[in-house]
């Protein structure tokens, strides 16, 4: 993703919670208090789960984030509405995920991830 769309993509409004997605996803410090921290795990049955710091400070090591598929179509209407293309969404999203344990076949979502 060029540094035009990543700085677009982390300034653009959205939900607190996607901001903050995208925020580690990014690898930078989100504008809320509750962050997620480091890379992403895809469970087999489809659930996010990344490290979170809460508003109180308090870590927690392999939150749940939400499933994979609101994840993603978040993410791909945010960029949407950015015009940024699919295929760099897709990349950045590829780079944050550090473990996917779903089947090979199963069904994926928005962004073909």
Known sequence: MTPENKEKLFTAYCHPQTHAI???????????????VGKATITSDG?????????DGVGHSNAFVASWEEVEDNLQLVAEDLSIPEDETRELVRSWIAQDYRPHNHMRGALGL
């Open 47 to 55: 659930f996010c789960m990344c490290s979170f710091v809460g508003n």
């Open 22 to 36: 995208i925020a580690a996803m990014l690898d930078r410090k989100p504008n809320t208090t509750a962050r997620y």
